[in-house]
């Protein structure tokens, strides 16, 4: 009787283990199925579809677009939020209320959101201040780059200590060799560009260059295409005329008196002048004349 009591409770043993051990079998031979139906067979991923790249390489990143440069500036904060990429790293950092300020390279980004105000200096006494919105990169000179390029602004101040160049949003390049130059966001489309300044200053604006005196300001749209200046408006002859001016490029001779203006064409050329874009066959002339007295 008791080999009998024995053996069933070894045989209870037996049983109970095996309770255990078909259910965990079961629940093995269930994630072996479910990892080999899984991967690396088919995707499993039903809605939405897999992303696919939008470009095929990849563009470059700012590490690439942006190399750093000789030229080193002093940004600082003088309210928050502000933040800035140093050249050659692919993140940015903000400035803190313990750390104002901080020397970077030319190739860095700089950035302040609505409430911030920074400032960005160079060696030579040149100043930019941004407020409230503004994103821009600081340019290499010494490359044939702008001293600074804005890609977003809501106010800012430029003040310069010789002549430069600044690209405005949208791509519009400034030349001037004073201050200050306001910038102001008057609507999403539109920025108004101020010379508050004792000089001229000059914005090339696709095919064409505004002269902007002291004292005045004028609207930039910002437009789908751009408004980055073509070769012909960098390298553009301007010749004044009685009450006019024409903008030559290419190889021509002008000429110009009290009453006319007189382009000859002597190889590849564009001429424009009282709203006219003329191209001359070698060895002709065109006359501009303004409006006046008979």
Same mark, same amino acid.
């Given at each position: ?24 079998? @079961? ?14 067979? +088919? ?10 790249? /939008? ?8 590490? @690439? ?19 800035? %990429? ?15 300020? #901080? ?15 920074? =400032?960005? @200096? +160079? ?11 503004? !994103?821009? @990169? ?15 602004? /809501? ?10 160049? $600044?690209?405005?949003?949208?791509? /519009?390049?400034? &030349?001037?060799?004073?201050?200050? $130059?306001?910038?102001? %966001? ?5 920025? %108004? ?7 001229? &200053?000059? *914005? ?5 260059? *505004? ?19 073509? %070769?012909? /408006? #960098? ?8 009450? !006019? ?22 190889? =590849?050329?564009? $001429? ?23």
């Amino acid at each position: 009787m008791i080999r009998a009591a024995r053996k069933s409770a070894g045989a209870g043993r037996l049983s109970g283990l095996g309770s255990l051990v078909a259910p965990l079998a @079961l629940a093995i031979g269930c994630a072996s199925c479910t990892a080999y139906s899984r991967w690396p067979f +088919w995707s499993t991923q039903q809605h939405p579809g897999p992303m696919t790249e /939008a470009e095929e390489p990849l563009p470059p990143g700012a590490q @690439l677009l942006y190399p750093e440069g000789p030229e080193e500036v002093l940004v600082i904060r003088h309210a928050d939020p502000v933040k800035v %990429r140093p050249a050659g790293r692919t993140g940015g950092f903000p400035l803190s209320f313990y750390e104002k300020n #901080t020397r970077v390279h030319s190739g860095s980004s700089v950035s302040v959101a609505p409430g911030g105000r920074v =400032e960005i @200096l +160079w060696s030579d006494g040149t100043s930019i201040l941004m407020s409230d919105r503004g !994103f821009g @990169l600081v340019g290499s000179p010494s490359r044939g780059e702008s001293l600074f390029t804005f890609l977003d602004v /809501a106010s800012a101040w430029i003040d310069l200590a010789g002549e430069e160049q $600044i690209d405005l949003v949208g791509g /519009a390049r400034l &030349s001037a060799s004073s201050g200050p $130059i306001v910038l102001e %966001r008057v609507r999403a489309d539109i920025v %108004r560009v101020k010379n508050q300044s004792k000089t001229s &200053s000059r *914005i090339a604006f696709r095919e064409d260059v *505004i002269e902007l005196d002291p004292g005045q300001a004028v609207d930039l749209p910002l437009l789908s295409a751009g408004g980055r200046p073509t %070769r012909s /408006a #960098t390298s553009a002859q301007l010749v004044t005329g009685p009450g !006019f001016t024409v903008r030559s490029s290419g190889a021509v001779e002008t000429d110009a008196d009290a009453a006319r203006v007189r382009v000859q064409a002597v190889g =590849e050329h564009e $001429i424009q002048g009282l709203g006219q874009r003329l191209r001359l066959e070698r060895g002709e002339e065109a006359d501009f004349r303004g409006l006046g007295p008979r």
